[in-house]
């Protein structure tokens, strides 16, 4: 079992986006998935809500009890992914799901003001000795040179997932539905570049073995 911890020091990064829909990726992957929610505004509970099938399991859990959660559903042995999604601003609870994090994928805009505050999210995890990676998240066409100056800074500082995440209005849809991106519209654009994060993200959750 792996833990992929959603992090960011700064708001409206899109953490919660990307883990709804990277959690659908991996359970239609073939992984068995858990889906836990430390954020305040509830967001990722909100969508489990909507969501109508079954196959993602929403466990609620205080940041205290995160640990012994994650070591029943390993003694469990069924679960094959947890994914956790985390607050905006990096306190004590988000430091214990780092803690327990087999890879903290830090979703950024490519913006100075978000590669600065990822940064120091960033100095947390070297800090803690966790293998993190950045994803540049919600990129527009008309900014190419902005999304290449931040992924220039970003591999200064760790991983960088090669390539990105457009904003695009399929990530709202999905979530106002309690769907992935790669459920609501199979074949576009946003469903084939979570599709290729999420082989990704797993290829590095396979080297942290």
């Known amino acids: 079992m792996r833990v992929l911890t ?14 709804t829909s990277l959690a659908v990726a991996a359970m239609r992957a073939g992984e068995i998935v858990v889906a836990i929610d430390l954020d305040p505004q509830g967001s990722l509970r909100d969508w489990s809500e909507r969501r109508e099938a079954q196959d993602i399991l929403f466990k609620p859990v205080e940041a205290a009890g995160l640990a012994k959660l994650i070591q029943r559903l390993r003694e469990h042995g069924r679960t094959t992914l947890v994914v956790v999604d ?57 900014a190419a040179a902005r999304v290449e100056d931040a992924a220039e800074a970003l591999v200064e500082i760790g991983a960088l997932y090669p390539g990105t995440v457009a904003l695009r209005t399929d990530h709202l849809d999905a ?34 073995k």
Not at 6 to 19: E, P, S
Not at 107 to 113: A, D, E, G, H, M
């Open 86 to 142: 985390t607050a905006g601003v990096i306190g004590p609870d988000v430091t214990v799901a780092l803690q327990v994090a087999d890879l903290a994928l830090l979703p950024v805009r490519p913006s100075l003001l978000d590669v600065t505050a990822t940064k120091r999210t960033a100095e947390r995890l070297d800090a803690l000795g966790r293998q993190y990676a950045f994803v540049l998240n919600q990129t527009q066409a008309a």
């Open 6 to 19: 959603m992090a960011a020091q700064k708001g409206g990064a899109g953490k919660t986006t990307l883990a």
């Open 175 to 208: 979530m106002t539905m309690g769907l992935g991106v790669t459920e609501w519209r199979p074949k576009g654009q946003a469903a084939e570049e979570i599709t290729e994060l999420w082989a990704w993200v797993h290829g590095k959750l396979e080297n942290a």
